[in-house]
Protein backbone atom coordinates (compact mmCIF):
# COMPACT_ATOMS: atom_id res chain seq x y z
CA UNK A 1 0.00 0.00 0.00
CA UNK A 2 1.55 3.31 -0.95
CA UNK A 3 -0.14 6.61 0.36
CA UNK A 4 -0.14 9.94 -1.08
CA UNK A 5 -1.10 13.18 1.14
CA UNK A 6 -1.42 16.68 0.12
CA UNK A 7 -3.12 19.75 1.57
CA UNK A 8 -1.33 21.19 3.69
CA UNK A 9 -0.35 24.67 3.96
CA UNK A 10 0.28 27.76 5.84
CA UNK A 11 -3.19 29.22 7.31
CA UNK A 12 -3.90 32.03 9.91
CA UNK A 13 -5.60 30.48 13.17
CA UNK A 14 -8.79 30.18 13.12
CA UNK A 15 -8.59 29.05 9.32
CA UNK A 16 -9.49 25.78 7.77
CA UNK A 17 -7.56 23.20 5.57
CA UNK A 18 -8.49 19.75 3.99
CA UNK A 19 -6.10 17.13 3.78
CA UNK A 20 -6.33 14.54 1.34
CA UNK A 21 -4.70 10.75 0.91
CA UNK A 22 -5.31 8.72 -1.44
CA UNK A 23 -3.97 5.17 -1.13
CA UNK A 24 -2.84 2.85 -4.22
CA UNK A 25 -1.58 -0.39 -4.60
CA UNK A 26 -2.97 -3.60 -3.00
CA UNK A 27 -5.64 -1.80 -0.99
CA UNK A 28 -8.14 -4.05 -0.42
CA UNK A 29 -7.65 -4.98 2.58
CA UNK A 30 -7.45 -1.71 4.14
CA UNK A 31 -9.77 -1.90 7.22
CA UNK A 32 -8.58 1.13 8.97
CA UNK A 33 -7.24 4.82 7.44
CA UNK A 34 -6.35 7.76 9.87
CA UNK A 35 -4.32 11.07 10.16
CA UNK A 36 -1.45 11.38 13.26
CA UNK A 37 0.34 14.61 13.33
CA UNK A 38 3.81 14.77 14.76
CA UNK A 39 5.21 18.46 16.31
CA UNK A 40 8.37 19.64 16.86
CA UNK A 41 9.36 17.50 19.70
CA UNK A 42 6.84 15.69 20.05
CA UNK A 43 5.73 12.64 19.69
CA UNK A 44 3.48 10.94 16.95
CA UNK A 45 0.03 11.67 17.70
CA UNK A 46 -3.21 9.95 16.61
CA UNK A 47 -5.16 13.17 15.37
CA UNK A 48 -8.86 11.02 13.73
CA UNK A 49 -8.72 7.84 12.44
CA UNK A 50 -12.01 5.59 10.83
CA UNK A 51 -12.85 1.69 9.90
CA UNK A 52 -13.75 0.79 6.85
CA UNK A 53 -17.06 0.89 8.01
CA UNK A 54 -17.50 4.46 8.91
CA UNK A 55 -17.00 4.61 12.77
CA UNK A 56 -14.79 7.68 13.36
CA UNK A 57 -12.63 8.01 16.15
CA UNK A 58 -10.64 12.10 17.49
CA UNK A 59 -7.66 13.10 19.46
CA UNK A 60 -9.79 15.32 22.80
CA UNK A 61 -7.91 17.95 21.17
CA UNK A 62 -9.37 18.30 18.19
CA UNK A 63 -13.05 17.23 18.71
CA UNK A 64 -15.70 19.29 17.37
CA UNK A 65 -13.18 21.02 15.00
CA UNK A 66 -11.24 18.24 12.75
CA UNK A 67 -13.98 16.03 10.53
CA UNK A 68 -12.18 12.42 9.10
CA UNK A 69 -14.46 10.81 5.96
CA UNK A 70 -13.59 8.34 3.75
CA UNK A 71 -14.13 7.41 0.75
CA UNK A 72 -13.82 3.38 0.14
CA UNK A 73 -14.61 3.05 -3.37
CA UNK A 74 -11.65 5.36 -4.45
CA UNK A 75 -9.43 4.68 -1.29
CA UNK A 76 -8.78 7.99 -0.31
CA UNK A 77 -9.05 9.51 3.19
CA UNK A 78 -9.62 13.33 4.22
CA UNK A 79 -9.28 15.56 7.01
CA UNK A 80 -11.47 18.45 7.03
CA UNK A 81 -9.72 20.97 10.08
CA UNK A 82 -11.60 23.86 10.83
CA UNK A 83 -11.08 26.57 13.60
CA UNK A 84 -7.25 25.42 13.62
CA UNK A 85 -4.96 26.78 16.42
CA UNK A 86 -1.40 27.46 16.30
CA UNK A 87 -1.20 23.80 18.41
CA UNK A 88 -1.90 22.18 15.45
CA UNK A 89 1.12 23.03 13.41
CA UNK A 90 2.82 20.07 13.01
CA UNK A 91 3.43 17.09 10.35
CA UNK A 92 0.44 15.26 9.69
CA UNK A 93 0.96 11.57 8.15
CA UNK A 94 -1.79 9.83 6.34
CA UNK A 95 -1.68 6.05 7.88
CA UNK A 96 -3.44 2.82 6.71
CA UNK A 97 -3.86 -0.50 8.11
CA UNK A 98 -4.26 -3.57 6.02
CA UNK A 99 -4.82 -6.22 8.06
CA UNK A 100 -2.58 -6.24 10.94
CA UNK A 101 0.35 -4.32 8.77
CA UNK A 102 0.35 -0.69 9.11
CA UNK A 103 1.80 1.67 6.47
CA UNK A 104 2.68 5.06 6.23
CA UNK A 105 2.02 8.49 3.99
CA UNK A 106 5.29 10.58 3.48
CA UNK A 107 3.71 13.57 5.66
CA UNK A 108 2.34 16.99 5.20
CA UNK A 109 3.27 20.22 6.91
CA UNK A 110 0.22 22.23 8.40
CA UNK A 111 1.61 25.72 9.97
CA UNK A 112 -0.95 27.66 11.61
CA UNK A 113 0.05 31.39 12.51
CA UNK A 114 -1.28 33.16 15.32
Known amino acids: VQLQACGGGLVQAGGSLRLSCAASGITAGINYMGWYRQAPGEQRELVAG???????EYADSVKGRFTISRDSAKNWVYLQMNSLKSEDTAVYYCHAMAGVRGHWGQGTLVTVSS
Open 50 to 56: ITFGGSA
